[in-house]
């Protein structure tokens, strides 16, 4: 009979913990911090510079939605995920937010139970090789062995890619980028291939970057893009419209350094909106009038971000292409606020 | 004759749960049982709740779907059209494989370093003392790294071979070529072959394998049999046959008339286009895990035969010496069978560690089953909890079958007593 009573008690605290976890606004605001789950180290992306201060385009993100829902970016703890740890780190509920460079694909959006809010990088899958091997074409790499990340998506387009094209190849797997840079550096592997994005920052931390090629052919389409968990609603919205607004600001030529002239001098409706100068959008989402304008003026506009970290002046130095806004021939479109 | 209660046999009363010795000890055996199995009910309910929670179910399905990946080492055909479960199983095979190759390697390094650390050489004593201190005080992963670093950054790559005047050679009559990628040996080719035997799920054995086994369990049986008859002779005659030529001759001649039949020779690896083919690519991450893991566990199996022998006491090998037998017999017939009873049950745990040590493949890409069912699997289906136990149940598996055979040896070898 105790038992019995026992276990009911635990069995119901175990729902209620359950129930608990799914109000994840509450929870980053009694924490009054953000965890967010990022890259072990990406150049450009995710990294911890020589301070120990994390730097990145996936950094900026999280700093952003902290601004936006906690009034601070540096409100952000930031929790190192690798290729194998990065769901279920989202789903146990350690990281709030997956801002790590992640396709979005059908199975982990259903079958994984996550929520992709949206597409804040629309990347490939790429080879890198070395110029002195000869090879321009990835249609040349028959037989080659490659380097791959393993419990990657390019793992699986990559063998596909070869199957197609009735090529053999050797995989080699590796844990991290790291790994993976030091064994094609050591020759242990013809060609790297992960996103062209990440090909491009890894080149960037080459002693010799021009020793080496990007091939043209890219094999796959990468959306890549933040992740929350799945029900919870309102906490994904808060997430999608963050990102919308980033991408909305670039749109309207709202920038961290015009933002607060333009709170009081734009007569365009949207902008208001936008900066809650009239509309109190803020209020339908859980947050104050003001979310959208400290999110931006955290780290800047969607454009801002993209060139302070991988634009054509870093090192990493990725044109816009895809990623220009759609007025510019680009993908990125953010819904209206209304 | 109605009644039941017999003189010295009281009525039960519930108190005697407690203050009967009779009942007592039954009564605290149900209540921890229940407590347990409570427990286990539990935490079994409490996983099922939080799943529902998270929305996600509890099934092996996934292990039927196509699986999409590719894997460097496979002991059996599998490309990525087939299933995870077929994955899971070339991940086992690929355990398996570096699990028999580490015990036995660590056996022979185990047994030579052990006796050396007691040789009355100063020298080579201290040498293997220094190995056995270095290699048990480190932790294993480190020497994993390392040994696969050193393949990797020292020898060459396979396009170093290339050219008139290459940068790096084969070795043994240009038969093995040592890469940072591989080390490509030559495979056994048949002129003659005479096909395979198919076992179904598209596993074949060749028919020559099966001859050879078949060839030299025969020789081996044919052995025993000359063994017992020179044993008959020397009772009835006192005088022993010479039967060292009749048993050669047994175990080699039909094995050599097999590879003149097939035509069995080697077939050395070239260079074609990126890397060797033609003949077998070793994977360098075969072969520093095997390394790393024969070098660690061979240590500790060091010190264990060390332990075995200095188990037997002085008495054993001077008596011995006294009836005139020489240093080799007295090792062979008086003290090794002595320490064989102190070695054997450490010895199993170690086969063990090596076996559940090999998970540590991933860190230099060699897929094994925690790289198949529990990397590329686990991530790509996003089934956590169905291959981690999956995987415990393989390694549980595997453990159970390493002591079960291990334990029969040792029942074999162990004190009989009369």
């Known amino acids: ?338 | 004759m109605t009644d039941m209660s017999a003189p010295g046999n009281p009525p039960f009363r519930p108190s005697m749960l407690i203050y009967d010795r009779r009942y007592r000890s039954m009564t605290f055996q149900v209540i921890v049982f229940i407590l347990v199995m409570a427990l286990a009910w539990w935490l079994v309910n409490n996983t099922i709740r939080n799943l529902a929670a998270l929305g996600k179910d509890f099934n092996f399905g996934f292990l039927w779907q196509r699986a999409g990946y590719d894997i460097p080492q496979t002991p059996i055909p599998y490309t990525s059209d087939d299933t995870h479960f077929r994955a899971a199983m070339v991940g086992l095979l690929n355990t398996l494989i570096v699990s028999i190759l580490g015990c036995i390697a660590a056996t022979f390094v185990g047994i030579i370093a052990g006796v050396a650390r007691l040789s009355n050489n100063w020298l080579i004593a201290r040498l293997m003392t220094v190995y056995v201190e270095a290699f048990r005080n480190v932790p294993l992963l480190l020497w994993i790294l390392i040994v696969f670093a050193i393949f990797t950054e020292v020898m060459p790559p396979p396009n170093a071979f290339r050219g008139d005047d290459p940068a790096a050679s084969m070795i043994l009559f240009d038969h093995v070529a040592l890469t940072n990628r591989y080390t490509a040996i030559p495979t056994l080719a048949m002129t003659n072959d005479p096909g395979s035997l198919d076992l179904g799920a598209r596993i074949t054995i060749s028919w020559a394998t099966i001859a050879f086994v078949v060839v030299l369990i025969g020789g081996w049986i044919v052995r025993r049999m000359i063994g017992a008859w020179a044993q008959r002779v020397q009772d009835q005659t006192g005088s022993r046959p010479t039967t060292w030529w009749m048993s050669l001759a047994v175990m080699t001649v039909p094995s050599l008339l097999l590879i003149w039949f097939f035509g069995l020779h080697f077939e050395a690896p070239e260079l074609r286009g990126f890397n060797f083919a033609g003949g077998l690519n070793v994977q360098n991450g075969l072969v520093a895990l095997w390394l790393a893991l024969t070098l660690y566990t061979g240590a500790f199996i060091a010190e264990i035969v060390r332990a075995g022998i200095l188990a037997v006491s002085r008495g054993q090998s001077e008596a011995a010496f006294a009836l005139g037998l020489r240093p080799g017999r007295t090792m062979n017939l008086v003290i090794l069978p002595q320490a064989l009873r102190v070695i054997i049950p450490p010895l199993i745990s170690q086969y063990l560690n090596l076996t559940k040590n090999s998970s540590l493949a991933i860190a230099v890409g060699y897929m094994d089953i925690k790289g198949t069912l529990g990397g590329t699997t686990l991530n790509q289906t996003g089934r956590e909890l169905e291959a981690i136990l999956l995987m415990m149940g393989v390694y549980l598996v595997l453990s159970l079958i390493i002591s079960a055979g291990m334990n029969i040896f040792n029942s074999r070898v162990k004190l009989k007593e009369r």
């Not at chain 1, 990340?149 to 080699?172: C, W």
């Not at chain 1, 790994?179 to 002693?207: I, K, N, P, V, W």
């Not at chain 1, 020793?211 to 052919?217: A, K, Q, R, V, W």
């Not at chain 1, 208001?272 to 209020?283: E, K, N, P, S």
């Open chain 1, 1 to 338: 009979m105790k038992t019995s009573i026992f276990l009911g008690t635990v069995a119901a605290a175990t729902l209620m913990a359950g129930a608990g976890m799914a109000d994840t606004l509450a929870d980053v605001k009694a924490r009054g911090e953000l965890n967010c789950g990022v890259n072990t180290g990406l150049v450009g992306f995710a990294a911890p510079d020589a301070n120990g201060n994390w730097t990145g385009f996936d950094v900026d993100f999280c700093k952003a939605v902290a601004a936006a829902v906690l009034g601070d970016a540096t409100k952000v703890k930031y929790v190192p995920t690798t290729g194998q740890t990065r769901f279920t780190a989202l789903s146990s509920g350690e990281v709030d937010l997956l801002a790590r460079n992640s396709t979005w694909t059908f199975s982990r959006d259903t079958d994984l139970k996550l929520d992709f809010i949206g597409v804040n990088y629309y990347d490939g899958q790429g080879f890198m090789v070395r110029k002195d091997l000869g090879v321009t074409s990835a249609k040349e790499l028959d037989g080659a062995t490659v380097c791959i990340q393993t419990g990657t998506t390019t793992e699986l387009n990559l063998a596909d890619y070869f199957k197609a094209n009735n090529m053999a190849y050797q995989p080699v797997n590796i844990d991290s980028n790291a790994e993976g840079e030091q064994q094609y550096m050591a020759g242990a592997c013809d060609a790297y291939t992960t996103d062209a994005s990440g090909l491009a920052a890894t080149r960037a931390a080459f002693a010799d970057p021009e020793n080496h090629i990007i091939l043209p052919e890219i094999i796959s389409k990468e959306p890549l893009g933040p992740a929350v968990r799945h029900g919870d609603n309102n906490w994904g919205d808060i997430v999608r419209w963050t990102l919308y607004a980033l991408i909305a600001a670039e749109e309207y030529g709202v920038t961290s350094a015009n933002i607060g002239e333009l709170t009081t001098s734009s007569q365009n409706p949207e902008v208001q909106r936008l900066l809650g100068v009239t509309d109190d959008l803020g209020a339908m989402i859980g947050l104050d009038k003001e979310w959208a304008k400290r999110a931006i003026m955290a780290r800047g506009n969607y454009g801002e971000i993209f060139a302070a970290n991988i634009g054509e002046q870093t090192p990493i130095g990725l044109a816009r292409g895809l990623n220009a806004q759609w007025t510019q021939g680009g993908l990125m479109y953010a819904m209206p606020f209304r």
